[in-house]
């Protein structure tokens, strides 16, 4: 069975500092995965996903995430945060093209950032 | 881009009783949503997949009779909470996937907030 482990339930980072969210999967097929944000109050809007090709991917908002298929990792990183950034980070990973659309979610990683 | 949206964003209800939160795909058509259920400080547990014009999907361990799931037309899914109790008490998220055959089409609401007293 698939599942997502993100290690790290909170993370605090000053205003300006370099930020690394991690994520794990474990997957029985080529993963497709996800980097997702949840503000209060909002949906969940998609940051970034991997399918296949170029193992960096870029998101919106300056991230980036990192797939290294050896680690089963998907990290997620931005070089300067912003007080904007403060809010929840899923990491999901769901089935390739006609598998279906069912994501499974890690349990997310609460972003502070200090001014 | 595509929005989903839920009604109402939060309710608070007596023991016993049953609560109705909609989910809305605006501007496309979903043949396919899912409910999911998030606990404070935990993941997005998917509950179930409802299907246009036909029944539900449910994942393990998830109350058929409790959690009825209809969905309508090609933009409305409801999800009803039957004799809610305080355990019921959670957030709700919908979501939508606008071209059921690509995973990273999929859409979320904002959300229900679930209180049963």
């Known amino acids: 069975a698939q599942s997502v482990t993100q290690p790290d339930i909170h993370i605090t980072v000053s205003e300006g500092a370099s930020l690394e969210l991690r994520c794990n999967y474990s997957y029985g097929a080529t993963p497709y995965l996800f980097w997702y944000v949840q503000s209060p109050g909002q949906g969940l809007q998609l940051l970034l996903k991997y399918f296949s090709g170029d193992t960096l991917v870029q998101g919106i908002k300056g991230f980036e995430a990192e797939f290294k298929r050896s680690q089963s990792s998907f990290n997620l990183r931005k070089p300067s945060v912003h007080w904007s950034d403060a809010a929840e980070y899923f990491c999901?990973?769901?089935?390739?093209?006609?598998?279906?659309?069912?994501?499974?979610f890690g349990t997310g990683t609460q972003l502070k950032v200090e001014l | 881009g595509a929005v989903v949206s839920q009604h109402p964003s939060w309710v608070i209800c007596k023991s016993g009783t049953s609560v109705k939160i909609e989910c809305r795909s605006l501007d496309f058509q979903a043949t396919t949503m899912f409910w999911y259920r998030q606990f404070p400080k935990q993941s997005l547990m998917l509950m179930a997949t409802s299907n246009e014009g036909s029944k539900a999907t449910y994942e393990q361990g998830v109350e058929k009779d409790k959690f009825l799931i209809n969905h309508a037309s090609l933009t409305l899914s409801t999800l009803t909470v039957t004799s809610a109790h305080p355990e019921d008490s959670s957030f709700y998220i919908c979501?939508?996937?606008?071209?059921?055959?690509?995973?990273?089409?999929?859409?979320f609401g904002p959300g229900t907030r679930l209180t049963v007293l």
């Open positions: 999901a990973v769901g089935p390739s093209q006609g598998g279906g659309n069912k994501l499974t």
């Open positions: 979501s939508a996937p606008s071209n059921p055959g690509y995973t990273d089409t999929q859409y």
